[in-house]
């Protein structure tokens, strides 16, 4: 017999958006938590589901914590981080409710019946700080394209040299 217990999400860039979006509806709807591990790319999961309703589901998600791998250098999953990192010093500051507003609605989430998919209550975050090399010999637009391709790319992560901190973000 198969179980939800031995399924996992997984994905990178616009697979982890799309298994972000799966297992958000497996949390809020069947209230199945699946283990996943996302490759991150944050932006394009409102290709994933756009219409999805608005509910509470931040309340729902709230024990669905995945694991996010994030490298800051990637502008396209980066603000993941400081997403997390800005809602823990806000609640240190003694501003929880305005985190708890502003963490749970987008911009767009507030004038429209949408929700913002790319939010999370809670995440394990794995941030590769190892330094870039591939782009020190490159100059120009060419620098920059190759200095995106490593931060992006999915080899980062199995890396020898690779050097990563952890974190652990619970709601």
Same mark, same amino acid.
């Given at each position: 017999?198969?179980? =939800?217990?031995?399924?996992?999400l997984?994905?990178h860039?616009? /697979?982890s958006?799309?298994a972000?979006? &799966?297992?958000? +509806?497996?949390?809020?709807?069947?209230?199945v938590?699946l283990?996943t591990?996302?490759l991150w790319?944050?932006?394009?999961?409102?290709?994933a589901?756009?219409?999805?309703?608005?509910?509470?589901?931040?309340?729902a998600?709230s024990?669905?914590?995945?694991?996010?791998?994030?490298?800051?250098?990637?502008?396209?999953?980066?603000?993941?981080a400081? =997403?997390?990192?800005h809602?823990?010093y806000?609640?240190t500051i /003694?501003e929880?409710?305005?985190v708890? &507003?502003?963490t +749970?609605?987008?911009?767009?989430?507030?004038?429209?019946?949408?929700?913002a998919?790319?939010?999370l209550?809670?995440?394990?975050?794995?941030?590769?700080?190892t330094?870039?090399?591939?782009?020190k010999?490159?100059?120009?637009?060419w620098?920059?394209w190759?200095?995106?391709?490593?931060?992006?790319g999915?080899?980062?992560?199995?890396?020898?040299?690779?050097?990563v901190?952890?974190?652990?973000?619970?709601r």
């Amino acid at each position: 017999m198969i179980s =939800y217990q031995n399924v996992w999400l997984a994905g990178h860039s616009l /697979g982890s958006s799309l298994a972000l979006a &799966v297992g958000r +509806e497996m949390a809020k709807r069947f209230k199945v938590r699946l283990e996943t591990y996302f490759l991150w790319t944050a932006g394009l999961t409102a290709v994933a589901a756009a219409d999805v309703i608005k509910t509470d589901s931040f309340d729902a998600l709230s024990d669905w914590v995945p694991h996010l791998f994030i490298n800051p250098a990637d502008p396209l999953c980066s603000e993941y981080a400081g =997403y997390f990192e800005h809602k823990e010093y806000m609640e240190t500051i /003694g501003e929880g409710e305005i985190v708890r &507003v502003s963490t +749970e609605n987008s911009i767009r989430s507030i004038f429209s019946s949408r929700e913002a998919l790319h939010l999370l209550p809670s995440a394990h975050i794995t941030l590769n700080v190892t330094a870039a090399t591939r782009s020190k010999e490159a100059h120009g637009i060419w620098e920059k394209w190759l200095r995106f391709k490593e931060a992006h790319g999915i080899d980062q992560w199995w890396r020898r040299e690779l050097r990563v901190k952890y974190k652990h973000y619970q709601r």
